[in-house]
């Protein structure tokens, strides 16, 4: 299947401080990227669709300004958490669809972020 | 309440076959989908099913689809210790790729 990679896979940082995490899908293109948000022991809640030249679209609750979604190219999203505080800590998990019919979606390995 | 549930733990022996459920509430969906996830890791997709169809074996897994009792189960044939992880279903509602994530089931086998 397709390959979808993240950078970087874990992160320790103060809190205040601002943390990007990049998705990239390496052997196909992608116009719309998904970023997740996991807690220990829980299920994937979807935060924001990445949309390649064009704003996301942010799930209701997710502060967009809190956290900043850039997708300047088919291969490459970022997800910037801003002034990051403890509870941002979080495994951080992108996807991105391919196939026919984008039937297939396939996930990142995770970025856990800790934030002391 | 959840849109997709799952049931939370399942015990296996070696080599029996694995059973997960999941029940799902959207009779729009068009895809539905089971991925695993072990430790730390992040999800990868196991099968999937078209909604249309009624049935889909790949290998050891075989997933059954009731659409009339939006019921979804996944099962693993000779379960395997490399089998232990969490698996979840998905719903890919019709028109979007979006997919809404089942609570988790974790499977664990045992020797």
């Known amino acids: 299947g397709a390959v979808v990679s993240q950078h970087p896979s874990w992160v320790i940082c103060k809190s205040g401080t601002s943390v990007k995490i990049e998705c990239r899908s390496l052997?196909?293109?992608?116009?719309?990227m998904f970023w997740y948000r996991q807690f220990p022991k829980q299920s994937l809640m979807l935060m924001a669709t990445s949309n390649e030249g064009s704003k996301a679209t942010y799930e209701q609750g997710v502060e967009k300004d809190k956290f900043l979604i850039n997708h300047a190219s088919l291969t490459l999203s970022t997800l910037t958490v801003t002034s990051a505080h403890p509870e941002d800590s979080s495994f951080y998990i992108c996807?991105?669809?391919?196939?026919?019919?984008?039937?297939?979606?396939?996930f990142g390995p995770g970025t856990r972020l800790t934030v002391l | 309440g959840e849109d997709v549930e799952q049931s939370l733990f399942l015990s296996v022996r070696e080599g029996d076959s694995s059973v997960i459920n999941c029940t799902y509430t959207?009779?729009?969906?068009?895809?539905l989908y089971w991925y695993k996830q072990e430790p730390g890791a992040g999800l990868q997709l196991l099968t999937y099913?078209?909604?249309?169809?009624d049935m889909k074996q790949d290998q050891r897994l075989t997933v059954l689809l009731n659409k009339k009792d939006k019921h979804l189960s996944l099962r693993i044939a000779d379960t395997q210790t490399g089998d232990s992880a969490i698996y979840f279903c998905?719903?890919?509602?019709?028109?979007?790729?979006?997919?809404?994530f089942g609570t988790g089931t974790q499977l664990k086998v045992e020797l």
């Open positions: 099913i078209f909604s249309n169809m």
């Open positions: 996807s991105a669809p391919s196939g026919i019919a984008d039937n297939e979606q396939f």
């Open positions: 998905a719903e890919r509602k019709g028109g979007g790729n979006k997919l809404t």
């Open positions: 052997d196909f293109q992608a116009t719309t």
């Open positions: 959207d009779s729009s969906s068009t895809y």
